[in-house]
């Protein structure tokens, strides 16, 4: 049984950033076992099997130092359209910011939190980094991997971020000049936030105050959705809560 294993950590397998990880956390923090996931979200493309293909890069770098189990796919469709897609008019309207990635790349950490419970509160390996090399992704930024790391603690996980400050060529050199193939799995938001010039404008206040007010919050009310319920609970009802109840923006549609 994968609960009986010592010292097994679950990695998130998205892509080099999330190997990198997984191979500097495993020999950081001495992990004997890790089990790759994959999340489906809904939005992506490509091909399915370059999630084998970078578990097996995995295994090829961990050879002799952990076990690298075979990967599983979890998610929950329904949980990333409640935080991200049925109340975008809302959100907009509210903090003057929304992008379908912001709260996607909370979605995939909460989604692993069932998991985690059922394997002992193990911790999540994951390749969030607050800056590449300058470049600014809205979906990984200091102040949001902050929040992911206490909605995981919140639900007693630990989310090990071992690569949050690394380069790019310190991530070259942890998985071995590795370059995931054209036909690796995409989404078809990328790039949504990005401006036709390549740059990012967004309102950082009102950034700050949607991670404050909706981000976190709505990551907290489903993990305490989780632990009250023995049915899947009412992921809409649950970010509807969060907002406010009656008279959002986005309320009838």
Known sequence: MLRALPDLAIAAVAGRDSIAAAVDAARRDGFSAILPTS???GTEYGSADSVLEAVAVL????????????PIRIGSPGLWAAMNGRFAAEIAARWCVYSPCLACHLYVHVARIPLAW???NAPVITGERDTHDGRIKLSQTTASIDAETRVLAHAGVELLTPIRSASHAEVETLVGGWRQG??????????????????????????????????????VAVV?????????????????GVLG???LVGAGS
């Open 39 to 41: 999340v489906a979200t």
């Open 59 to 70: 295994r090829r770098l961990l050879a002799g130092e952990a076990d690298v189990l075979d």
């Open 118 to 120: 059922a394997l002992g």
């Open 182 to 219: 054209d036909q690796g799995l995409r989404c078809v938001h990328s790039g949504n936030y990005v401006r036709a010039d390549g740059s990012v404008a967004f309102d950082e206040a009102g950034y700050d105050a949607y991670l404050r007010e909706f981000f976190e919050p709505v990551g």
């Open 224 to 240: 305490d959705a989780w632990r009250s319920s023995q049915t899947e609970p009412d992921y809409e009802a649950i970010v509807r």
């Open 245 to 247: 109840g009656a008279g």
